[in-house]
Nanobody
Framework: QVQLVESGGGLVQDGVSLRLSCAAS????????MGWFRQAPGKEREFVAA????????YYADSVKGRFTISRENAKNTVYLQMNSLKPEDTAVYYC???????????????????WGQGTQVTVSS
């Protein structure tokens, strides 16, 4: 069983930065594709960013491309989401997700992920 714990959310003003962290348990973390998703009130959960196990490939939603950066530190079993130039429309609960071991053909889809964290709230005020 893999457990994911997100941290780093909060209430911030338009234009500032935040870094979310996701700490994962499990000895096979290094083989997982990791993703970040978010869900705003009244909306469906949406893909934000993903990174494959080696960190060599990353994927971003168009809405965050150029502002957000996903990275991972396998030695610490941790994945990060650096969020710059935050906007009010980025307000949501942000979820960390982990795939099972092995190749993930569609890392932008929520169905590709087996494990989910509880989420951390990010609120951006204008």
């Amino acid at each position: 069983q893999v457990q994911l714990v997100e941290s780093g959310g909060g209430l911030v003003q338009d234009g500032v930065s935040l870094r979310l962290s996701c700490a994962a348990s499990g000895r096979t973390f290094t083989t997982y594709t990791m993703g970040w998703f978010r869900q705003a009130p009244g909306k469906e959960r949406e893909f934000v960013a993903a990174i494959i196990w080696s960190g060599g490939s990353t994927y971003y939603a168009d809405s965050v491309k150029g502002r957000f950066t996903i990275s991972r530190e396998n030695a610490k079993n941790t994945v990060y989401l650096q969020m710059n130039s935050l906007k009010p429309e980025d307000t949501a609960v942000y979820y960390c997700a982990a795939s099972g071991a092995g190749w993930v053909p569609f890392p932008t889809r929520s169905g590709a992920y087996k494990y989910w964290g509880q989420g951390t709230q990010v609120t951006v005020s204008s």
